[in-house]
């Protein structure tokens, strides 16, 4: 039977060849995107799910809560693991991470500059089980001064040599011997580095500074454990330890802090959820995290599921509309079929079978395409997404069991229509089944431009914020400028190098300043003019020399910015208006003292001299928060030199900054990079999102053309007669096709009607996401429907065209 079934099908394909291809290439092209996309999905859903027990692996968090803003702190204090192990039986092990810095490393001859360099506890591979090619994972990590390397770092240093026993030696001559060889970090690892040195190596890490929130602390708790329970037990960490220090810094007893509402507590969040949920459910703030760590955001992964679903649900919609397009031509094989015997059930597992094995040649192509396209849309994602048939012994069982049920859903309802045909009925001539189920596949085409519309209202709203945020003012001059990233490796001789540089004059002005515009900006608690009863005040600080206003082009809003002729201004420090309105100060703060924690747990002081107007210094997800510059005179003050040039001839001015650069820092090559570049590097997420909708936007409403052309042939093939009628008795052409157009336009405002507002509702909510954003534009809605409008009679154009010039006498016949 199954074999007559086959030969069925393969006859109806070949004798209705143009519905058999679009069909099979419909359904096809949607299975395609389907497959890319749930790729993408399960890559990202799988970060750091390969370590053992990730179920039972917790980061330790800090949530301050102070005057009404709240923070959540990915890092917690030194002692945090130790206490929590001791305190707590639940806690079965704990690890922590922490980051030494650029490093320059030196193996004989070879030396390169190395960002990527991190500290972790002994303890760092009993709970990440990373792989070693050589050495022992259990004691890499204990001595100080050792060091365990990643497979491709140590290529650059030893090649395929066996690194353990070497010594890396650093450009102040610091020396650590390799006690490991490990393999790289996995793609799917939310943390990632290339070197790790011994804890032990770091003696600050074994202070008692609980106020000093410098490292990610892991723990791994035992199973069963109630983590809210676990988190209330925490308070009395808290209480205990955190509390003394707090309340030397504070002047007041921490229960008078606490009684304002302010809060610090410590919290867990399950490592599994890092990559994907930490700011959305854990609010984490993004500079509290390492520059290694890999963040996403699930909004992206529900967008794209969401896409990956409406692209196949089309396709089905698609699928059915053309098989009962089809319906009167079969009908009377039906009838026949009733007549000699058949029953109802045989004719629908005749039917279904036709759409399963129709949807096993589509998933046969889809397969041949995915390979195709995934190069492409890797570039897209900037991921290594791979199609394995082989690799796994899921993927082909998956495979078939993805077209068993996309072939019953696709051919459901077509199987039952043509299967509930009367024999009598319709072999009787003049009679048939006319339009009883018209008004379902209108409802199809309805959903399936719908879909189309929201999937066009949302690349124009991404691309409409993307422009925005191009555009808007961001409190500096962002033109012309150029940084040189990896500055630090000049040291002493910078200075030197930004006077040499000046001498040309397309160079206007050079800066050397802390990281900006990226995760990992310090902060820092700080109390204004030292009154009673305050509460310190979270904000992020720069080190910055004396041209920085300059190069930047920063407003002065009050005060001066900091001179060579001051001596004192190294004790000064310069905020920005948003400072100003948290700390209070309404009078003039110039003057005023400012009070900070330094990293011995002392309290330093220093004096307002300027307030600056307020300039983005991160991404426009997060609004301006308060700042303080602080001059650093005497050492260069972070690694990137940020340079104005002319903009004209820049190819030029460029190679003659490089050949500089060379004299100064030997064989090290210059990092740079322009820093709108840099800016758009912060919108990465969004960029990839609106290729991404773009892409399947232009594929719906492709998918949806042909679910839209099968429905014209429907209409059409009902209707030929009464166009015949219509011709006869002097209907022009424009007549007929827009009597046969007026549908397809109705079910289109339909289908905007049902869109808008489902899409209204959706990136508004995503646009919550950005501290400064556009607004939902009525354009994109009127834009995304006159679209739709103007593709849909494109494509019946063609049915209601050649409907309307066919001969009368060829449809009456």
Not at 605 to 617: A, L, M, P, S, T
């Amino acid at each position: 039977m199954l074999k007559n079934f086959i030969k069925l099908t393969l006859r109806n394909m070949i004798k209705f060849k143009v519905f058999s291809v679009i069909n099979i290439l419909g359904l096809a092209v949607g299975i395609t995107c389907f497959i890319a996309l749930s790729l993408f999905i399960i890559d990202e859903t799988g970060y750091d799910g390969f370590y053992k027990n990730a179920d039972q692996i917790y980061r330790v968090c800090v949530h301050t809560s102070i005057n009404g803003k709240e923070s959540n702190n990915s890092k917690s204090a030194g002692p945090t693991g130790s206490v929590l192990k001791k305190d707590f039986p639940e806690v079965i092990n704990y690890t922590r991470i922490g980051y030494i810095g650029v490093q320059d490393l030196k193996y004989l001859d070879k030396n390169f500059r190395e960002g990527n360099v991190y500290t972790a506890d002994s303890t760092f591979f009993e709970i990440f089980g990373l792989p070693f090619i050589y050495g022992n994972p259990k004691s890499a990590l204990k001595n100080p001064n050792s060091i365990v390397v990643a497979e491709t770092a140590a290529k650059r240093y030893f090649g395929n040599e066996n690194p353990v026993g070497k010594v890396l030696t650093t450009g102040s001559n610091k020396t650590y011997l390799v006690t490991g060889l490990m393999k790289d970090f996995p793609k799917n690892s939310s943390f990632s580095c290339e070197f790790l040195i011994s804890m032990a190596t770091d003696s600050i890490s074994r202070e008692n500074r609980w106020l000093n929130l410098w490292y990610s602390t892991f723990v791994v708790l035992k199973k069963g454990t109630d983590t809210r329970d676990f988190e209330n037990k925490m308070k009395g960490t808290v209480h205990d330890y955190i509390a003394p220090q707090a309340e030397a810094f504070l002047g007041v007893p921490i229960k008078d802090f606490l009684a304002k509402g302010n809060d610090y507590s410590l919290f867990l969040q399950p490592l599994k959820s890092i990559y994907l949920y930490s700011q959305r459910d854990y609010g984490i703030d993004l500079n509290t995290e390492w520059s290694a760590i890999k963040t996403s955001d699930i909004a992206y992964t529900y967008i794209f599921a969401s896409i990956a679903a409406f692209l196949l649900l089309i396709a089905i919609i698609n699928f059915m509309n053309l098989a009962t397009a089809r319906s009167e031509r079969r009908a009377k094989e039906v009838g026949i079929r009733k007549t000699l015997g058949s029953d109802r059930f045989m004719l629908v597992f005749q039917f279904i079978s036709e759409s399963v094995i129709t949807c096993f040649l589509s998933v046969v192509i889809s397969v041949g395409l995915s390979k195709l396209i995934l190069p492409v849309f890797n570039s897209f994602v900037g991921k290594n997404l791979s199609l394995d048939l082989f690799d796994n012994y899921y993927t082909i069982p998956l495979l078939f069991l993805f077209t068993l049920i996309v072939g019953i859903l696709a051919g459901s309802y077509p199987a039952f229509y043509l299967s509930s045909f009367q024999a009598g009925h319709i072999l009787k001539p003049g009679t048939g089944k006319k339009n009883s189920k018209h008004s379902l596949r209108s409802i199809l085409v309805i959903i399936q431009f719908a879909i189309s519309i929201m999937l066009i209202i949302g690349t124009l709203t991404i691309k409409n914020q993307l422009v925005y945020i191009q555009n808007k003012n961001l409190g500096f001059n962002k033109e012309e400028l150029l940084s040189i990233n990896n500055a630090a490796l000049l040291g002493s001789r910078t200075e030197a190098f930004k006077t040499e540089i000046l001498k040309n004059l397309s160079v206007l002005d050079a800066t050397n300043s802390s990281n900006m515009f990226r995760a990992g900006i310090p902060g820092n608690g700080y109390l204004f003019d030292k009154r009673a009863n305050t509460d310190p005040v979270l904000g992020q600080f720069l080190n910055v020399d004396y041209d920085f206003l300059k190069t930047f082009q920063i407003k002065i809003k009050k005060g001066r910015f900091f001179s060579r002729d001051f001596s004192s201004d190294s004790d000064g420090v310069i905020i920005n208006e948003t400072a100003v309105r948290e700390f209070g100060a309404k009078d003039n703060p110039i003057g005023k003292n400012l009070y900070k924690l330094n990293d011995d747990l002392t309290i330093s002081r220093q004096k307002i001299i300027g307030v600056v107007e307020d300039f983005n210094y991160e991404s426009l997800h997060q609004r301006v928060r308060p700042l303080a510059l602080n001059l650093s005179s005497d050492r260069p003050a972070s690694k990137v030199l940020t340079i104005r040039i002319m903009p004209d001839n820049i190819r030029a001015t460029i190679n003659s900054i490089k050949e500089t650069w060379f004299r100064f820092s030997g064989k090290e090559n210059m990092n740079y990079s322009f820093l709108d570049q840099q800016l758009e590097r912060l919108y990465e997420s969004e960029e990839k999102t609106a290729r991404i909708t773009a892409l399947f936007s232009s594929i719906a409403i492709f998918i949806a053309c042909l679910g839209l052309f099968g429905l014209a042939a429907f209409v059409t093939e009902q209707r030929t007669k009464e166009i015949g009628i219509r011709k006869v008795v002097g209907a022009s052409v424009f007549e007929i096709v827009a009597l046969l157009s007026r549908d397809f336009t109705k079910w289109v405002i339909l289908a905007n009607v049902i869109a808008w507002p489902v899409s209204y509702y959706i990136m508004r909510n995503w646009l919550q996401n950005f501290a400064y954003r556009t607004d939902v534009g009525l354009s994109s809605f009127l834009l995304s429907g006159l679209i739709a409008l103007a593709v849909a009679l494109v494509t019946v154009s063609y049915q209601t065209v050649r409907a309307a010039l066919t001969n009368p006498i060829e449809s009456l016949r």
